[in-house]
């Protein structure tokens, strides 16, 4: 794939009606392994209030996606948005197309009031990192404790 022109890319807000090409396009880039879930999609509410999720269109086809919600976190509360995830087709990355797309994301808080963004990164990718520290994102004093022990009483053995 050549150079895209930039007048061509349309970044805008998810809707409910991407939510098939945007589990084509994962499994695209997953190589037939999706990370993304129907109901994943359904139940973030694409264009709903609190959605900041993003695609973007280079003539026409989705090329990317942003996967991005509002939430209210810590004691006092304070509205941040949560990047959990950046893709774009193989064909269109390395020419900013995820750039434009968090930037879209960063404009909307703005627009907001939300003041702070947040990207879930898993700590051994690097190159996410990077791309992160890029858009003035910084390592967060923030840490993350998961319980995985919920799947054992959703599903029993």
Same mark, same amino acid.
């Given at each position: 794939?050549?150079? $895209?022109?930039?007048?061509?890319? $349309?970044?805008? @807000? ?30 973030? %509410? ?31 509360? $304070? ?31 703005? %627009? ?21 520290? @890029? ?23």
């Amino acid at each position: 794939m050549g150079k $895209i022109v930039d007048s061509e890319v $349309i970044v805008r @807000r998810m809707t409910r009606g991407d939510i098939d090409t945007i589990l084509a396009l994962d499994a695209k880039i997953g190589e037939g392994k999706s990370k993304v879930s129907y109901r994943d999609l359904v139940v973030t %509410d694409p264009g709903g209030a609190l959605d900041f999720s993003f695609v973007c269109e280079y003539n026409g086809k989705v090329i990317g996606f942003v996967l991005a919600r509002l939430a209210y976190i810590g004691l006092p509360l $304070i509205g941040t948005c949560v990047i959990g995830a950046v893709a774009v087709d193989p064909e269109y990355q390395e020419q900013g197309i995820g750039s434009k797309m968090v930037n879209k994301v960063l404009d909307r808080c703005y %627009d907001e009031d939300v003041p702070r963004a947040r990207a879930l990164i898993n700590e051994e990718d690097s190159d996410l990192a990077r791309f992160f520290q @890029r858009l003035s994102f910084h390592r967060s004093k923030v840490i993350n404790y998961d319980n995985l022990t919920i799947a054992d009483y959703l599903h029993p053995k």
